[in-house]
């Protein structure tokens, strides 16, 4: 047998010898980043910046990208939080009760005929480069979404009943309306600086992302911002209702939220929300840990049970495939007295959520409505059954069954990424078996493409309310169904009856807000009685914050709130750093401890590296002799 | 590979030196342009099939994403105020309200000009955002991809030399279980671990993210350096097995080689007989695999980015399949293919000068 001695026996040998020495380098790189001169993790970024340059940094930790930093296109929850925090609102909302503040606009008002608002618009309010923000900023901002499609993505919605929009002098603003309009002091539309954006040619593409700092009047100015990892902001020194307490805010992305809380507990980020709440299991953890205070405000959304009350289009022409059965009032009602809505909140939501009824939740007290006695559809698997023996399902062995002799089987639209929708899939299944009904829990990572084509009989439904109810309240209107079968559309499930219509027409054009309140509570007792939706809870907001760097933040409502997400910018622009010195011992005796280690591993890698290279070197020695 | 290899292989060297054949008809060319035409031959059609394989996959992605169920209108503007109007506007903007053969054609005839389109989410083209992510992502899973190939052919080859011992053993059983552990579940023990600290442990590094924020220079090298420990190590100790496994194996396969008595025979140490001998005939299917790697090293690694917080190419297709943003993940899935398929290719047309075998 010849001997082989392969032709290229030095190149794979070298080859692995320059893989092993990157490997090396690699691992050297990354021991060296724990020696004395970088900062080492244990340090939060506000305390490595504080010694830097004594600035206060509070650091959010977020889940969401930026979509665009262009409040005409921003859809994200953190973006149009962002655009919050970088421009000024005609309006605001009182960090108290909700109600309508000033904003830009110091006061407004509408004509007698109720289709003319002024806006008296503030005249301390300057551009962070230096120049006046005026009325005609604020007209020039609402004619652009009025008149071009591209602008109109993110607020478009806002202008619908506008006629036209005129700044007659700086300080005033007038808006005329097609019909009266109740919701005006409620436009939560940023107003941006005509001088800078009139420059820009397509809107569709700008993304307010290239020129930094971005000029704004909020109260922080956006100065630097990384794709998916960070948005920074800094105080507004000028800012008209005085300047934020902290100098910096950044918004840092965490895309998994374990990786948040964890961060918290380290310090690298100064809060941490849940999208929208930190789990039970977060939240108990976080509990007992030094400086984190965890907080838990009621939430602004409701979770709801939804039933298809049949899927059509405006022109009235049906689609989908809803159980008939649903159609039935007292089969409505049925399933939705044999829920034990305590069982849920203490065992699914452990606790960090309460009682739902009406369709705003109860933080919004002008709107809170509940079922009278009589009204209420409170736990009562017997009645339940009764009703159902009277819509003619009778009981027949253990199943359910019709007078057309089938079972009644239903299904239910779940969300898979929702742990509740599933863990309550599971409880409702027991439950509405007892009485006899077979349950399909579908859980799909998105469930718009059956819930739009009808294709569903009842649904895991919920949405974050406003300070003004109109939006959630016109999702359930006539005008709000698809123009075409199974179409994306506005609205939630396909309601549509003469009697809401009215009264959401009413509401909308009542300017007096007490008298508005009582129609808004007059539609979520119509909406409770249908039977077409059913409000189960009302999950609280469950986040955490450190108190070694947050000393004071503004919950909304004050009293106890949630901190974020607000209708408003009052958490950061509030919040107050702590003082030095607290809870930084433990970073620095971490430091020290990480400075030895990260010197060991040094040693450690040179050691072996030396000791790899002085037995290569003796085995060519050897094959030498 | 066998010793079979060897008869081939001196044949070649034979020709090599022995010059040209000695008969034929004058247009006969000689046994070594004759292997340069093949090989030619070859890797024209292996570039021919990548090219085939990459209009394929232009087309499968389109009708691919489509098939997810999902409104991406819906789901963009899902809990914002918005009117039946703007809904139909969006729509009509992007495209969405066109027969499925026009939206076809046009996405074909733009991707051969390197056009993916907009994405739905991010306003920019989806090139731009493409761009924008690789480096991260190339700069984590390149590291990791060059660490966790060095580890498993150095301890792939130890442990197939030791075959049967304690640290062949420990090493296979090893590698064998951070194989099977999910990727994104170690990663958060890392975190706790080492980025937030558990007893005696320190938190030493970031719990995630590529920088700070507040470097320059050399020290936002170190910075970025600092940040990758954890993911890089995370990637490591799940990839290296692999490498292992396989350079375990094949060297087993050569151990037992009569070339490998006749190089002892010949009285050459252990250790060169290992590296000069068995090593370079062990690595062709380890060779492959890296290459296989090589491909994967540009599509990230979507788990360990999500728990890192890493701005890369696998977070991107996360959020784009989130909504689904069309364009995004068609262009993503496009990019992600192409780098398979290029590495793919370059393992072939590589392959013969490594084993003259192939591509005859």
């Known amino acids: ?625 | 590979m066998t010793a079979d290899s060897t008869p081939a292989l001196v044949k070649q060297a034979d020709a090599d030196t022995d010059g040209p054949a000695p008969a034929g008809p004058p247009a006969a060319r000689s046994p070594r342009a004759r292997d340069t035409k093949a090989y030619l031959r070859y890797v024209a059609a292996k570039i021919l099939g990548a090219a085939v394989s990459l209009f394929a996959v232009l087309v499968t992605s389109f009708f691919l994403f489509r098939l997810i169920p999902s409104d991406p209108v819906k789901q963009m503007t899902g809990g914002r105020r918005v009117s039946s109007e703007q809904l139909e506007s969006l729509r009509h903007q992007f495209g969405l309200d066109q027969p499925m053969w026009k939206q076809f054609t046009s996405y074909v005839g733009d991707a051969l000009t390197g056009d993916f389109g907009t994405s739905y989410q991010f306003h920019a083209p989806v090139m731009d955002k493409i761009v924008e992510a690789l480096p991260a992502t190339l700069l984590l899973t390149g590291t990791a991809y060059v660490l966790y190939s060095a580890l498993g052919l150095w301890l792939g080859t130890r442990t197939a030399w030791r075959n049967g011992s304690t640290s062949d053993r420990f090493n296979t059983a090893l590698a064998l279980t951070l194989y099977s552990v999910p990727s994104f579940w170690l990663g958060l023990l890392l975190i706790i671990v080492f980025a937030v600290g558990i007893g005696p442990i320190p938190g030493m590094f970031p719990t995630g993210g590529l920088e700070s924020g507040n470097e320059t220079g050399f020290a936002y090298v170190l910075d970025v350096a600092h940040h990758m420990v954890l993911p890089v190590i995370t990637l490591v100790a799940v990839g290296y097995a692999q490498t292992l496994l396989v350079m375990r194996s094949s060297l087993l396969d050569e151990m037992g080689s009569d070339y490998l008595t006749t190089a002892r025979a010949k009285g050459l140490r252990d250790d060169s007989v290992r590296r000069k001998h068995a090593v370079p005939n062990a690595m062709l299917p380890t060779f492959t695999l890296m290459f296989v790697n090589l491909g994967h090293v540009v599509a990230g690694q979507i788990l360990v980015e999500t728990v890192f917080s890493w701005p890369g190419l696998g977070g991107l297709f996360y959020q784009g399949l989130s909504v689904p943003d069309l364009p995004l993940v068609q262009g993503l899935f496009f990019v992600f293919a192409t780098a398979v398929i290029l590495a793919n290719t370059l393992a072939d047309v590589l392959y013969p000068l490594l084993d003259p075998r192939v591509g005859r």
Request: aromatic share 10%.
């Open chain 1, 1 to 625: 047998m010849v001997e082989r001695v392969p032709p290229h026996a030095a190149q794979p040998r070298s080859r692995l010898r320059i893989l092993l020495a990157s490997g090396a380098a690699a691992l050297g790189l990354a021991a060296a980043s724990v020696v004395p001169g970088v900062p080492l993790g244990a340090a939060s970024p506000q305390q490595a910046q504080a010694a830097d340059s004594g600035k206060s940094t509070l650091t959010v930790a977020v889940a969401q990208s930026v979509d665009s930093l262009s409040p005409f296109l921003a859809q994200k929850l953190l973006s149009t939080s962002v655009s919050r925090l970088m421009y000024d609102f005609l309006t605001n909302y009182d960090v108290k009760d909700n109600h309508a503040i000033p904003g830009l606009a110091t006061k407004w008002e509408p004509s007698a005929d109720k289709l003319t608002w002024t806006y008296t618009i503030r005249s301390d309010s300057k551009w962070s480069d230096g120049q006046q923000a005026t009325a005609e900023d604020a007209a020039w901002t609402f004619n652009k979404i009025m008149t071009d499609e591209a602008a109109a993505q993110s607020n478009g919605s806002f202008v619908t009943n506008f006629k036209k929009v005129t700044a007659p002098s700086p300080t005033k603003l007038v808006i005329e309306l097609k019909e009266p309009q109740a919701t005006m002091a409620a436009l939560d539309v940023p107003i941006v600086p005509k001088h800078v954006w009139e420059k820009v040619g397509d809107f569709s593409k700008f993304n307010n992302d290239t020129k930094f700092p971005i000029v704004g009047n909020g109260p922080f100015i956006l100065t630097d911002y990384k794709v998916d990892q960070y948005v920074k902001l800094k105080a507004n020194k000028d800012f008209w209702r005085g300047s934020p307490k902290f100098d910096e805010v950044v918004f840092k992305t965490y895309k998994d939220q374990d990786a948040a809380v964890a961060a918290l507990r380290k310090g690298e980020v100064s809060f941490v929300a849940g999208s929208p709440a930190l789990t039970p299991a977060q939240a108990a953890s976080l509990k007992g840990e030094k400086n984190v205070k965890v907080n838990e405000g009621p939430g602004r959304r409701f979770f709801a049970l939804a039933t298809n009350p049949g899927a059509q289009t405006k022109d009235g022409k049906k689609f989908g495939n809803g159980n008939k059965a649903l159609l039935d009032q007292k089969v409505r009602q049925a399933l939705f007295l044999s829920i034990d809505r305590d069982t849920l909140i203490d065992k699914v939501f452990q606790g960090h959520a309460v009682n739902g009824a009406g369709y705003i939740p109860p933080r919004f007290p002008a709107y809170k409505w509940e079922p009278s006695a009589s009204q209420k559809l409170g736990y009562g698997p017997a009645k339940a059954a009764k009703l159902l023996d009277q819509a003619g399902y009778k009981l027949k062995g253990d199943q359910r069954v019709g007078k057309d002799g089938k079972p009644l089987d239903l299904r239910i639209l779940c969300h898979a990424t929702d742990p509740n929708d599933k863990a309550i899939g599971k409880y409702l299944k027991e439950w509405w078996g007892k009485l006899g009904i077979g349950l399909k829990v579908d859980c799909l990572d998105d469930v718009s493409v059956p819930w739009y084509a009808g294709e569903y009989d009842l649904a895991f439904d919920g949405w974050s309310v406003n300070p003004d109810p109109d939006f959630v309240l016109g999702i359930h209107t006539c005008a709000a169904l698809p123009v075409k079968a199974k179409a994306s559309a506005a609205t939630d499930n396909f309601i549509c009856d003469k009697t809401y219509d009215e009264l959401y027409k009413k509401q909308l054009a009542e300017y007096d807000p007490a008298k508005r309140a009582d129609i808004v509570k007059q539609m979520q007792s119509w909406l409770y009685d249908s039977g077409y939706m059913n409000v189960i809870a009302y999950p609280n907001a469950v986040e955490a914050y450190r108190t070694d760097q947050i000393k004071s933040i503004s919950t909304m409502p004050e009293a106890a709130g949630n901190i974020y997400g607000q209708d408003g910018y009052w958490s950061w622009w509030s919040a107050v750093p702590a003082g030095s010195g607290d809870g930084t011992d433990n970073d620095s005796g971490s430091g020290s401890t990480g400075i030895v280690i990260g010197i060991v591993v040094v040693v450690v890698v040179l050691a072996g590296g030396g000791f790899l290279l002085m037995r290569r070197r003796r085995t060519t020695a050897d094959d030498r002799e």
